[in-house]
T-cell receptor, first 111, second 115 residues
Framework: GENVEQHPSTLSVQEGDSAVIKCTYS??????FPWYKQELGKRPQLIIDIRSNVGEKKDQRIAVTLNKTAKHFSLHITETQPEDSAVYFC??????????FGRGTQLTVWP | NAGVMQNPRHLVRRRGQEARLRCSPMKGHSHVYWYRQLPEEGLKFMVYLQKENIIDESGMPKERFSAEFPKEGPSILRIQQVVRGDSAAYFC?????????????FGSGTQLSVL
């Protein structure tokens, strides 16, 4: 449950472009994968999550995909805006309920 | 419905002093988690508690760190004899944990600075 790898560590995009962040995990028993957004000096906020019985979930400009076979999941942000700039963390939940986080992706959206 | 409440927001301690960080979970939540975040790093799991029980403290350093979640009152993360390496943001999170509803909500964190 502790091996969550997240890429890239930094990502810069032009306003209006799409941004994709990818994570891989190793615990095949993990069944819940949330994404958090953290602005500088603030708390991590849950933006979207997906469970292992679902392959894709979308909420307006944000979508998450999950490939359980390959043990990876991705965050997709379309039509990016400057206010999307933040650090994004992926996480996996193990069977004991603990969340393990990736190291984060600093997303910068240039106007 | 107030969210997860943490205090203090900022705590300054000198080496060797004790730090006590408090966390009140969201209303209706009985599960509390503590995480530590170093600058430009992710959130590291420390401990998972339910009321009056430590469920998992595998992420806690073996010495100087302790946590509790009493029947009444907030959860407390206690760091004794602080050292400079303890400087970090400490986040508390809570969940309802019923069935598959395990969304975790975070407090605003306590920034601990050890001089």
């Amino acid at each position: 449950g502790e091996n969550v790898e997240q890429h890239p560590s930094t990502l810069s995009v032009q306003e209006g472009d799409s941004a994709v962040i990818k994570c891989t995990y190793s615990d095949s028993a993990s069944n819940y994968f949330p994404w958090y957004k953290q602005e500088l000096g603030k708390r991590p906020q849950l933006i979207i999550d997906i469970r292992s019985n679902v392959g894709e979930k979308k909420d307006q400009r944000i979508a998450v995909t999950l490939n359980k076979t390959a043990k990876h999941f991705s965050l997709h942000i379309t039509e990016t805006q400057p206010e999307d700039s933040a650090v994004y963390f992926c996480a996996e939940r193990d069977v004991w309920g603990r969340l393990y986080f990736g190291r984060g992706t600093q997303l910068t959206v240039w106007p | 419905n107030a969210g997860v409440m943490q205090n203090p927001r900022h705590l300054v301690r000198r080496r060797g002093q004790e730090a006590r960080l408090r966390c009140s979970p969201m209303k209706g939540h009985s599960h509390v988690y503590w995480y530590r975040q170093l600058p430009e790093e992710g959130l590291k799991f420390m401990v998972y508690l339910q009321k009056e029980n430590i469920i998992d403290e595998s992420g806690m350093p073996k010495e100087r760190f302790s946590a509790e979640f009493p029947k009444e009152g907030p959860s407390i993360l206690r760091i004794q004899q602080v050292v400079r390496g303890d400087s970090a943001a400490y986040f508390c999170a809570s969940s309802r944990l019923t069935g598959n509803d395990e969304k975790l909500f975070f407090g605003s964190g306590t920034q601990l600075s050890v001089l």
